[in-house]
C-alpha cells in the first residue's frame, strides 16, 4: 500500500502561508510534503511573499527565511 502524504497532512500550519492565487493547480492538498515543486508563500503577518521547495519548509532541518523590514526588524518565514 502506498500513502501519500501531503503538506496539509504533515503541517497544518503551512495552509496559512500557502499563497492562494501563484501555485496554479497546484494546492497543499496535492503536493507530497517531501516535493522539491517550489511553492509560493505569503506571511500571513506582513504580506511578504517568497519561493521554498515544499521539502526545505516541511523537513525537520528547515533552512532559514529571514524577511528584513524596512524598519531593520528580521523575522523568520519558516
Avoid at 507530497?32 to 506582513?46: D, Q, T
Amino acid at each position: 500500500m502506498i500513502i501519500f502524504v501531503t503538506v496539509i497532512d504533515h503541517s497544518q500550519d503551512l495552509l496559512k502561508e500557502w499563497h492562494p492565487t501563484k501555485n496554479g493547480n497546484h494546492t497543499p492538498f496535492n503536493i507530497s510534503y517531501g516535493s522539491s515543486y517550489e511553492a509560493f508563500w505569503i506571511c500571513s503577518s506582513c504580506g511578504y511573499e517568497w519561493r521554498r521547495r515544499v521539502s526545505d519548509r516541511t523537513s525537520r532541518k528547515k533552512a532559514v527565511v529571514q524577511n528584513v523590514s524596512n524598519d531593520g526588524t528580521t523575522r523568520s518565514l519558516n
